[in-house]
């Protein structure tokens, strides 16, 4: 769930605004944005029911929109929300019912994706970089 709400959040809407990293207004504009999506799909997601979940969750992708505006890394950001969403499904016990089976092998997928990404931008920056800039 964490990582098809941080590809939407901050790969999707940040793809969705043109220019947002050269002009302010549209900078305020993807991190209200960023907020907007995590409150509705958290809302939307307890069946319009916890409003006050979504509003906490609206406010922890506003901060993670903010920090997504000032780093411009999804894959920090990403790791903000995955230990956030982590941490949220253990404390409040919605999922005892299943399998731990499932949250590891999604946890060593996400983390197994992290780490690929890592190595290939760190591959592809050490190529530019002796490239002189030429690419």
Known sequence: MSLGIGLFAFLLIPNMIQDWNKNKIKSVLLVFSISFFFFLSFYVDSLFQDIELAATMGF????????????????????????????????????????????????????????????????????????????
């Open 60 to 135: 922890i992708g506003l901060l993670l929109g903010l920090s997504y505006v000032f780093l411009g890394n999804f894959w920090v950001v990403y790791l903000a929300l995955f230990i956030i969403m982590l941490v949220n499904t253990l404390a409040d016990n919605k999922y005892d019912e299943y399998s731990y089976w499932v949250v590891i092998v999604s946890t060593l997928l996400s983390l197994t994706i992290l780490m690929f990404d890592f190595i290939k931008n760190r591959k592809n920056k050490n190529l530019y970089k002796n490239d002189n800039g030429k690419r």
